[in-house]
């Protein structure tokens, strides 16, 4: 028997119409992943391909080291504030409030990673839709 014979065959659908709550999701939960890598190695950098030119003129593509800014700060007294940035400005949880307040440092993975959960499971989707909202509003 072969292999084409011992599996189902089905006719392929390209899933071409993505949802944008999903989208967004997606990418804050691949942010908030990226975070988690900072938390934990100081010296972690992503690197992102571009395009370069040498001397002669010719274009080919270079590995570049991605700037990623910390979502925390850590205070004089050791707490230590947490902001959830989507794209360049900090989500809102409250009216007023947009950072997390932590005992020390050693609590921000943990909590990036319940972060990360609440993120993928919806919790989070009514303050994207606000802050894409403000974002469109500004650029019009």
Do not use: C
Not at 24 to 41: C, G, P, S, Y
Not at 125 to 138: H, P, Y
């Amino acid at each position: 028997m072969s292999f084409i014979q011992q599996v189902e065959l089905s006719v392929y659908k390209p899933n071409t119409q993505t949802n944008p709550v999903a989208r967004r999701r997606e990418k804050l939960a691949f942010k908030v992943e990226e975070q988690i890598k900072l938390a934990v190695d100081s010296t972690y950098q992503p690197t992102k391909i571009v395009w370069s030119s040498d001397s002669a003129g010719n274009q080919h593509k270079v590995e570049q080291p991605k700037r990623i800014k910390r979502w925390w700060v850590e205070l004089t007294d050791g707490t230590v504030q947490l902001t959830v940035r989507y794209g360049s400005k900090p989500l809102e949880f409250s009216k007023g409030k947009n950072a997390i307040a932590l005992k020390n440092k050693e609590a921000v993975e943990p909590t990036l990673r319940n972060l990360k959960l609440a993120v993928l499971s919806g919790e989070f989707d009514t303050m994207l839709e606000q802050q894409v909202g403000i974002a469109k509003r500004i650029g019009k």
